[in-house]
């Protein structure tokens, strides 16, 4: 199954860009000109998330993963969690979930 998210082109260079996945909020942004996805929310209590640098840090109490992976690397939030990322493929110019294949 795949699901188109958004256009490459709409994806900012810096920052990220908000899209509806299946209901739920996520955020596309770019690492190293690499498009990412995640859901925007913590894992600590669901607040939502900001990129900075190469940081996604929860608004509500500052919990900080790491863009690449989603791992987190400082508190609030437990130390083995993770953000939900989001497998994605590039195709036709769109950034696709892709989910079974």
């Known amino acids: 199954m795949k699901v188109p998210l958004c256009k490459l082109d ?3 260079e810096t920052g990220t860009k908000k899209i509806d996945f299946l209901g739920r909020e996520a955020l596309v942004f770019k690492v190293d000109g690499e498009p990412k996805a995640i859901l925007n929310i913590c894992m600590h ?3 939502p998330m900001k990129l900075e640098n190469c940081t996604l840090v929860c ?3 500052g919990a900080e993963f790491d863009c690449w992976d989603g791992k987190r ?3 609030p939030a437990r ?3 993770q953000l939900i ?3 994605t493929q590039v195709e036709d110019g769109t950034l696709k979930y892709v989910f079974g294949d």
């Open 45 to 47: 209590l669901g607040g």
């Open 85 to 87: 990322t989001l497998p």
């Open 59 to 61: 608004e509500w109490h």
């Open 79 to 81: 130390r083995d969690s």
């Open 73 to 75: 690397l400082k508190g």
């Open 10 to 12: 709409e994806i900012p």
